[in-house]
């Protein structure tokens, strides 16, 4: 179930999606489809704006390493 966070004094949006569950630009497109509207409120958000946060992936993702010289 999604969870609401609201933000802090001067906070931008990325800011409150790290302070609240560490979320990164990767989770934005996310976090704009749950709140509707909230792109036009600017980049720093009016103190208390309610932003729901998406779930959670179940799974981490995992990436390939990728070494540039062999040992």
């Known amino acids: 179930m999604p969870e609401a966070i609201h933000t802090q004094q001067g906070e931008t949006l990325d800011a409150a999606l790290w302070r609240g ?3 990164g630009p990767s ?3 996310a976090v704009l489809t749950a709140n ?3 792109a036009g409120l600017g980049a720093v ?3 208390g704006t309610p932003v729901i946060l998406p779930d ?3 799974a981490p993702v995992v990436r390939d390493i990728v070494q540039l ?3």
Do not use: M
């Open 21 to 23: 569950r560490r979320l």
């Open 36 to 38: 509707p509207g909230l």
């Open 56 to 58: 959670a992936p179940s």
């Open 27 to 29: 989770n934005l497109g």
């Open 69 to 71: 010289w062999s040992d």
């Open 45 to 47: 958000l009016p103190t």
